[in-house]
Structures are given as C-alpha cells and as structure tokens.
C-alpha cells in the first residue's frame, strides 16, 4: 500500500470539503414552503413574501441565529440566480424576513432593520 504523497498545487485546484449535513433552516416547515412556492412560481416587481419564525420554533428546530438563517436565504437565492433580496428583523419575539425584487422592498424596512437599540437609559 503506497504512502501518501506531497504536490505543490494551485490554491484552486486543491480539493475541497463537501458539507455532509444539512442546514437546520431547511427542516423549518416556514422554509420548505417558501422555497417550493419559490420552485413553482416567480414573484412580481411589486409583492414582497414574508417569512415569521418564533422563539419557539427556533427553538424546536435548534437553529441559533437570525444571521444564519438569512445567510442560507441568501445562498439559495444566488444559487438559483433570482434576483430578488431578503431583509430580516427582530421584533415582539418574531424573526420576520421579507423577500422580493430590490426595488419592492420598502426603505422604511431598511431603516427598521438598521435602527439604533437604545440603552438603559433611553438614550442611543
């Protein structure tokens, strides 16, 4: 049995690792259906889809964070070449994420997403 070996190699052509699970956001029932509803039918300029995760299923189905959640939206869609954008907040409990075309997607939601939290205090 021959013993292993040493090569000088590209950076790009050395192997890479395949990931052997799945993500946990693909078990989120929310998920599946927005992602078939994806597979069968494009959105218009002028809609946007919501996706809301509580606590609770965050929870049941272990996934940690928001950011991980919309970083797997985000690889979907530009594995599918949409062209389309995801917003995410927290609010009352909820993890809310709003997809649709750039242009569909309000600034006031941006400006939501980006709002400063104050601190005890009440000042920002």
């Given at each position: 049995m021959p013993?292993?070996?040493f090569q000088k190699l590209k950076a790009s052509?050395?192997?890479r690792r395949k990931r052997r699970s799945s993500s946990r956001m693909?078990?989120?029932?929310?998920?599946?259906l927005m992602r078939e509803q994806l597979e069968k039918q494009k959105m218009t300029p002028n809609e946007v889809w919501q996706l809301t995760?509580?606590?609770?299923?965050?929870q049941k189905y272990r996934v940690q964070s928001r950011r991980t959640m919309v970083r797997?939206?985000?690889?979907y869609i530009a594995e599918q070449n949409l062209p389309?954008?995801?917003?995410s907040f927290t609010r009352?409990?909820?993890d809310y994420f709003i997809f649709g075309y750039q242009e569909a997607i309000a600034p006031e939601l941006i400006a939501i997403r980006l709002a400063p939290v104050?601190?005890?205090n009440g000042t920002c």
């Open positions: 013993s292993g070996a052509e050395a192997p693909d078990v989120l029932p929310q998920w599946k995760v509580t606590a609770e299923d965050k797997v939206v985000a690889n389309y954008r995801v917003v009352d409990g909820y104050g601190r005890a």
